[in-house]
């Protein structure tokens, strides 16, 4: 039996497409999100002609194309699909053209989603099946990494500490000194000296606020 990768690049080539020879990205983009390659040729078919109409360049699939995401190569795009098929669409159960296409290529963007799915799946037959894949839990979903725990020097933590301290000890100072009241007499400070804490305001109440000075989802074309 032919390997799938195969069977997509030649299902490519017989197209004209210039994604011809991308079957062993769009097998490994399967494999580590777990997602059939076979449905992301054939989203590439209905959204442009498997990669042979464009907006911006290598988004074969139009992902990401009302935000103006742009790729450096097939791979990258080819990437992302995958990534954005299992984590928007099969991780919420949506695993067939059918389930997926009223969230991706929906009527209310002009699309045809009949023929939209229907497309889809017609690629996918005509790939047929091959080795080289089968349906897994993805390898390498959409966990972030974990990052390596992080040691510490202890001389550098004990100066953080102390820094700590000190800056806590010099505010309270600060709120002291800039208190109301005279620490010395108890007794409330002088209208001039309120007037400078307040900002020139030495009323009874809280001072008045400072005066402040304020300051298309698009059609998607597809192509079979």
């Given at each position: 039996m032919p390997s799938l990768a195969s069977q997509i690049d030649n299902y490519l080539k017989g197209r004209g497409s210039p994604m011809a020879g991308m079957g062993?990205?769009?097998?490994?983009?399967?494999?580590?999100?777990?997602?059939?390659?076979?449905?992301?040729?054939?989203?590439?078919?209905?959204e442009s002609g498997a990669g042979q109409y464009v907006r911006h360049p290598f988004n074969f699939a139009n992902w990401g194309i009302h935000q103006g995401v742009?790729?450096?190569?097939?791979?990258?795009?080819?990437?992302?699909?995958?990534?954005?098929?299992?984590?928007?669409?099969?991780?919420?159960?949506?695993?067939?053209?059918?389930?997926?296409?009223?969230?991706?290529?929906?009527a209310s963007d002009n699309n045809?989603?009949?023929?939209?799915?229907?497309?889809?799946?017609?690629?996918?037959?005509?790939?047929?099946?091959?080795?080289?894949?089968d349906q897994r839990s993805p390898t390498r979903a959409a966990t972030p990494p974990t990052a390596p725990p992080v040691t510490a020097d202890p001389a550098a933590q004990y100066a953080a500490q102390m820094t700590g301290i000190q800056d806590s000890l010099e505010?309270?100072?600060?709120?002291?000194?800039?208190?109301?009241?005279?620490?010395?007499?108890?007794?409330?400070?002088?209208?001039?000296?309120?007037?400078?804490?307040?900002?020139?305001?030495?009323?009874?109440?809280?001072?008045?606020a400072p005066s402040r000075a304020c300051c298309s989802s698009g059609t998607r074309r597809t192509w079979t």
């Open positions: 062993r990205e769009f097998v490994a983009a399967g494999k580590a999100y777990g997602v059939d390659p076979r449905w992301l040729v054939g989203i590439g078919v209905i742009q790729y450096k190569n097939w791979g990258d795009a080819i990437d992302a699909l995958a990534k954005g098929m299992y984590t928007g669409y099969i991780s919420q159960g949506l695993t067939t053209p059918q389930t997926i296409v009223s969230k991706y290529a929906p045809d989603e009949g023929n939209w799915a229907n497309t889809v799946s017609s690629v996918m037959s005509q790939i047929g099946s091959g080795s080289g894949w505010t309270q100072r600060k709120l002291i000194a800039g208190s109301m009241f005279d620490i010395a007499t108890g007794k409330a400070k002088p209208t001039d000296a309120l007037a400078k804490l307040t900002g020139g305001y030495a009323g009874t109440g809280p001072p008045p």
